[in-house]
T-cell receptor
């Protein structure tokens, strides 16, 4: 089955630093990837849609200059949290859709837990 | 995306069938119904999806009403490992294929 890998699985950083999270589709090419954020005891919140070779589309209320997304290849998208603050501490999850049928399901990574101190 | 309504929590006895309902009365004709589940501190896992016909795979069955206003996910023989939050989502490619998660149903399978 389709596998999406995220790295790192957890990271602790100091306030003011930047953190990069990688999302890779291991056995399929992903033209579209999605980034979500999840706070404790809450549901997943869509942050942005990442398309290979073009600029990401951000959901309302998500700062594009703070959450930089790069989708440079058909198997890799990255999310960089710039100048991180404690309120950015969250569980970040990526997902990807293959180049198959248009209604094929999204496959999710196992998430990255970010803690900003 | 179709707005979906699910009960916040359900219990099920181990070995029995778990029937998880979802209302999606505003679903449009080209929106599929997707079911995912999330076990604590992991990414969501795809379970099944359908448009209007009932679907079955190795994990579950999906029963969609004829008017498509509601559906039921059936786990035929629930195990303790099925304890998770289950999400029902309506989505279509026309909307960019993105999935908008609601609050889901927290299923507890008890011995």
């Amino acid at each position: 089955g389709a596998v999406v890998s995220q790295h790192p699985s957890w990271v602790i950083c100091k306030s003011g630093t930047s953190v990069k999270i990688e999302c890779r589709s291991l056995d399929f090419q992903a033209t579209t990837m999605f980034w979500y954020r999840q706070f404790p005891k809450q549901s997943l919140m869509l942050m942005a849609t990442s398309n290979e070779g073009s600029k990401a589309t951000y959901e309302q209320g998500v700062e594009k200059d703070k959450f930089l997304i790069n989708h440079a290849s058909l198997t890799l998208s990255t999310l960089t949290v710039t100048s991180a603050h404690p309120e950015d501490s969250s569980f970040y999850i990526c997902s990807a859709r293959g180049t198959g049928s248009y209604n094929s399901p999204l496959h999710f990574g196992n998430g990255t837990r970010l803690t900003v101190t | 995306d179709a707005k979906t309504t699910q009960p916040p929590s359900m219990d099920c006895a181990e070995g029995r069938a778990a029937n998880l309902p979802c209302n999606h009365s505003t679903i449009s004709g080209n929106e599929y119904v997707y079911w995912y589940r999330q076990i604590h501190s992991q990414g969501p896992q795809y379970i099944i999806h359908g448009l209007k016909n009932n679907e079955t795979n190795e994990m579950a069955s999906l029963i969609i009403t004829e008017d498509r206003k509601s559906s039921t996910l059936i786990l035929p023989h629930a195990t303790l490992r099925d304890t998770a939050v289950y999400y029902c989502i309506g989505a279509s490619y026309n909307q960019g294929g993105k999935l908008i998660f609601g609050q889901g149903t927290e299923l507890s399978v008890k011995p």
